[in-house]
C-alpha cells in the first residue's frame, strides 16, 4: 500500500524538523516547505498526489487559509489541517477562520496529531497512518518553554529531531 503524502508548511525550521519526524515515523510520506510560495511550487509540480495539507496559519506572506485555497484549486483532493499557536478565537479576530474540526493548536502530541490526520484523510485510507507514534508517553512533539521550541521525548529529556 502506497503511504499517503503530507505536504507540510511551517516557517520555523524546528517545529517542520519536530512534525517531519513525527508524520515519517508514522510512516508517511513528507514533502516540506518553509513558506507558501515553496509550497505552492511543490503543489503544482510534485507527481505523486498530495492528500493532506499540514499548514500553520500564521506566516510571513500567504497565511496558511489562502495557502490552502490556492493547494485546492491545484489539487481539489487534498484535504487540509490546519495549526498555530494562536488560538482558534485569535486567528478568528483577525479574520481568518479555520475550521475547527482541521485545527490544532500548538502545542500538541504525537497522537492528537495523528488523529486529526486521520479525520482529515478519511477519504484516502487512514489504515495508511500508523496508530501510535512509539515511546512518545505522552509528550509534545512540538514544546513551548520559555519562547524557545523544543523536541521533547520520554520523561523530560531533550533529544535532538533524531531521537538523540
Do not use: W
Amino acid at each position: 500500500m502506497r503511504s499517503l503524502t503530507v505536504l507540510l508548511v511551517d516557517d520555523d525550521s524546528a517545529v517542520r524538523a519536530c512534525l517531519r519526524d513525527a508524520l515519517e515515523v508514522a510512516g508517511l510520506a513528507v514533502l516540506e516547505a518553509a513558506d507558501a510560495k515553496a509550497a505552492l511550487a511543490i503543489a503544482a509540480t510534485a507527481p505523486q498526489a498530495i492528500e493532506i495539507l499540514l499548514t500553520d496559519v500564521l506566516m510571513p506572506g500567504i497565511d496558511g487559509t489562502e495557502l490552502a485555497r490556492r493547494v485546492q484549486r491545484l489539487r481539489p483532493e487534498t484535504g487540509v489541517l490546519y495549526m498555530s499557536g494562536c488560538s482558534e478565537a485569535e486567528l478568528a479576530a483577525r479574520g481568518l477562520l479555520v475550521d475547527e474540526t482541521a485545527f490544532l493548536a500548538k502545542p500538541f502530541g504525537p497522537n492528537v496529531l495523528l488523529d486529526r490526520l486521520r479525520n482529515v484523510a478519511r477519504g484516502f485510507s487512514p489504515a495508511g497512518i500508523r496508530d501510535r507514534a512509539p515511546d512518545t508517553r505522552g509528550t509534545s512533539v512540538v514544546t513551548q518553554v520559555d519562547g524557545v521550541l523544543s523536541r521533547e521525548h520520554g520523561a523530560g529529556r531533550r533529544t535532538d529531531a533524531k531521537g538523540r
